[in-house]
């Protein structure tokens, strides 16, 4: 089975501390390199992480606040700079392309690479990403600004074929490779001989969700059910739900609530407010209410398996 990590590159809210970079991930799934988000600081951050921004494949910006996209135009006179001549994707809001276009312009600088453009759209679930082995879609959030979250799905896209059913049922080579394929076989009988009698049981699909930045928004439930691992912003302790309504942010307690709503394998909670030294303190709370719950940090790698 091919690895699927993230990699946590920035960690905290907007006002970044010595420990904590603003938002940002890296994705690795199926020999791709997805980054979620690129707060200024980032590309020091891969540097730091030994990750070179060279094998990026996709950017997914999820909105247009700064913490969440102001390194992006650095990172990409970087790759620039380095001599990068394969394509780059991004997808993010509209007015995104814009705003790159306009720093590209002012700073007289065309681009060696060809950088492609996905506007994320409010026409749900959007497809951003289709890909042999994985696919990403888009999702609405509950922010100040329009704000989107983004789910990474692998696909199985090889089965592996019980050698016996080649022989009792006479397959084809042509039979065999659709059977791999996960396609049933129609024999010349017109009987149906079914994909799962022919091959043996499959993984399940992994799967990914980035919930950053929203309020307490119980409708992501849908859009997210039964994820492996569920990121949720949680920039506040749930004694200071009052401050997080009045910002479009979540609790501690608000991301375990769309855990355990989602049907999530694991919760990993980050973007936390520079006010907070404990850490610690904020995942218990969150562990209250769903037992599997990790803090993120700045640098740490978490393989779904």
């Not at 959030?141 to 990474?152: E, N, Q, S, V, Y």
């Not at 119980?218 to 506040?236: G, K």
Request: proline share 5%; aromatic share 10%.
């Amino acid at each position: 089975m091919k690895p699927f990590t993230i990699t946590f590159l920035g960690t905290g809210s907007a006002v970044p501390t010595p420990s904590r970079n603003p938002s940002s991930q890296l994705v690795k799934i199926d020999d791709f390199h997805i980054l979620i988000d690129c707060a200024e600081g980032t590309l020091m951050q891969l540097n730091r992480f030994n990750l070179s921004p060279m094998k990026l494949n996709y950017i997914l910006i999820s909105h247009l606040h700064g913490d969440h996209y102001h390194g992006l135009i650095g990172l990409i006179t970087a790759m620039h700079l380095n001599g990068r001549t394969n394509p780059l994707r991004v997808a993010g809001p509209p007015g995104l392309y814009e705003i790159i276009q306009l720093q590209l312009k002012h700073a007289d600088t065309t681009l060696r690479f060809p950088l492609i453009f996905i506007t994320l759209t409010e026409d749900f679930p959007q497809v951003i990403i289709d890909e042999t082995g994985f696919s990403t879609e888009c999702f609405a959030m509950k922010h100040r600004i329009p704000a989107w979250g983004f789910l990474i799905r692998e696909k199985i896209v090889h089965y592996k074929i019980r050698k016996e059913s080649i022989e009792q049922y006479g397959l084809t080579h042509s039979e065999i490779h659709s059977v791999q394929k996960g396609e049933d076989v129609i024999t010349k009988d017109g009987e149906i001989i079914l994909n799962k009698l022919l091959t043996f049981p499959q993984p399940a699909a992994r799967s990914y969700a980035y919930c950053s930045d929203t309020a307490f928004y119980p409708e992501l439930a849908s859009a997210i059910r039964s994820v492996n691992v569920l990121y949720h912003e949680a920039t506040f302790s749930a004694i200071h739900a009052r401050e997080a309504k009045a910002t479009f942010h979540s609790t501690t307690w608000q991301a375990a609530e769309v855990a355990c709503l989602a049907g999530a394998k694991r919760l990993v909670i980050g973007h936390f407010s520079s006010r907070y030294q404990n850490i610690e303190q904020l995942r218990l709370e969150a562990v209250s209410k769903f037992m599997d719950t990790v803090s993120a940090w700045d640098g740490l790698v978490l393989s779904i398996e």
